[in-house]
């Protein structure tokens, strides 16, 4: 009689051989067989029963589609990435969700498939927990992405995790702050996925070779190397970084939706044409300062005038460059960067707009206006773009009462951020309001959370002068349009 530890033994490596046999070789012979190359000693028939998922008919996907079945035994194929395993190929190790990078958030385990929750936590994948100890303002600031929008107005919002709403469960919206969506990729034709041409990742299509297009729809019967050549312009960029190369002929970004035509032009994208219009130039349709012709970005003045964008009068008693040192002033810009400079002397613009004025135009008392158009929040005065508050207020568009009816705890709850840190670290609350730190000039936000330097520029000025530069994004004053509001809408002015 053989001792109970050995036929432990004898268990434990029966037990192993049993489970292995779902993710053995092709090559080997399950034990239900007599021996190598001999008949299965089961029928056809209960073969597959065994290799059939519980409650499947007769007739149903084997191995879950996921393996051949070898006498009973399901033998799971590895040819996609990751491997197929359990005695019926139903697991998947990839399958499992994934938040912000981790599997099951972090706060479970994968099994088989399917995220197993730790308690207190719950969602497809562990992302959400149970009881939430935020207030509604940190759930949703924690929220917001990088535009400063509440799951990217693609989702709802819970305990400051997004939940992306995906009405047909198909899962094509998704991301930290729900900013992916694949259904972006869809062609309208074939209702496929980049027209089954390529891959869709967050949004855009990455179509596969011989295929390009928003959504792979289009084929090209040249190389990738011909069509990159096509593109290259002369000083070595694909489509002077100023287009998109498609099938080695460049498409050319349009910046000024007004015009009939794109200021970038060329094989390669080369001609720039806004390189030809002075600041002034875009309340008409002048190039060259309305005195000369513009060749491919470059001006060729009409006699009498001469400068790079032909601006500067022959008549003038003042050199051109004695001419912009009058029209500066104290300003690194001539006319502070919002007017035209001629022969020393600045006319400030919008045409008639009298908020704009001074000498050097140095006075721009729109800057007092808020983003709904009130001047000194209602409590002061504007005096050449700078508020004068009224007794009792404070800040610079005298937004801040001086009086506070909050206690502190009250005042300091509402300036918090999603980390828990007063104005984020950057300023001062005050009566539930941030004030930000006045020796950074570009912090800004509610909470002190905002970098203005991340705002577009043009002439050298955040938001060209014509705007507010909120949370990084320029808000143009009327009659403006563009990314930095260099783009005038309003009337043309001769």
């Not at 395993?85 to 938040?99: D, I, K, Q």
Request: aromatic share 6%; proline share 4%.
């Amino acid at each position: 009689m053989r001792p109970a530890g050995f036929r432990n033994f004898l268990l434990l490596v029966s037990s192993v051989l049993i489970v292995g046999l779902s993710a053995v070789p092709q090559s080997f012979s399950p034990s239900l067989r007599s021996g190598t190359g001999a008949p299965c000693r089961l029928s056809r028939a209960e073969s597959e029963r065994r290799c059939r998922a519980p409650g499947q008919p007769p007739g149903g996907a084997l191995c879950h589609g996921r393996g051949r079945c070898d006498c009973g035994v399901c033998i799971c194929h590895v040819s996609e990435p990751g491997v197929y395993f359990g005695p019926l190929c139903e697991c998947h190790e990839w399958v499992c969700e994934t938040y912000d990078g981790s599997t099951c958030a972090g706060h479970g385990k994968c099994d088989c498939g399917k995220c197993k929750c730790q308690e207190g936590w719950f969602g497809d994948a562990c992302q959400y927990p149970i009881h939430c100890d935020l207030t509604k303002k940190k759930s949703n600031q924690m929220c917001k992405n990088s535009q400063d929008v509440i799951c990217s107005n693609a989702g709802t919002c819970h305990c400051g995790r997004c939940k992306c709403d995906n009405p047909d469960g198909n899962g094509l919206v998704y991301g930290k702050f729900c900013e992916c969506d694949d259904r972006e990729c869809i062609d309208d034709e074939t209702e496929e996925i980049c027209g089954g041409h390529g891959k869709c990742y967050c949004g855009n299509c990455y179509c596969g070779s011989g295929w390009h297009g928003d959504k792979c729809e289009f084929q090209c019967d040249i190389t990738p190397w011909e069509s990159k050549r096509r593109c290259t312009s002369p000083d070595g960029k694909i489509c002077s970084n100023r287009g998109t190369c498609v099938c080695g002929e460049c498409s050319c970004h349009d910046v000024d939706p007004t015009g009939d035509w794109g200021d970038i032009h060329g094989d390669t994208c080369e001609c720039d044409e806004r390189d030809c219009r002075a600041v002034y130039d875009r309340y008409s349709d002048d190039f060259c300062s309305g005195h000369g012709q513009c060749n491919c970005g470059r001006c060729d003045c009409k006699v009498g005038w001469y400068g790079k964008k032909c601006e500067h009068p022959r008549s003038c008693p003042l050199s051109a460059e004695e001419s912009i040192r009058k029209c500066q002033g104290s300003s690194d810009l001539p006319c502070s960067g919002r007017g035209k400079c001629e022969c020393g002397k600045c006319t400030c613009y919008p045409p008639g707009d009298r908020r704009v004025y001074g000498k050097t135009c140095e006075c721009d008392d729109r800057r007092c206006e808020g983003l709904d158009g009130t001047v000194c929040g209602g409590h002061g005065t504007c005096s050449c773009g700078h508020c004068v508050c009224e007794t009792g207020w404070f800040g610079k568009l005298c937004q801040h009462p001086r009086k506070c009816n909050m206690t502190e705890e009250q005042s300091k709850s509402s300036c918090e951020s999603a980390d828990g840190i007063l104005c984020s670290g950057k300023g001062s609350c005050h009566c539930g309001k941030c004030i930000c730190s006045a020796e950074e000039w570009y912090i800004s936000g509610e909470l002190c959370d905002c970098d203005d330097r991340d705002c577009d520029k043009h002439d050298g000025l955040i938001c060209t002068g014509n705007g507010i530069c909120s949370c990084g994004n320029c808000e143009c004053w009327d009659g403006w349009n563009g990314n930095a509001c260099e783009i005038w809408l309003g009337t043309e002015y001769p």
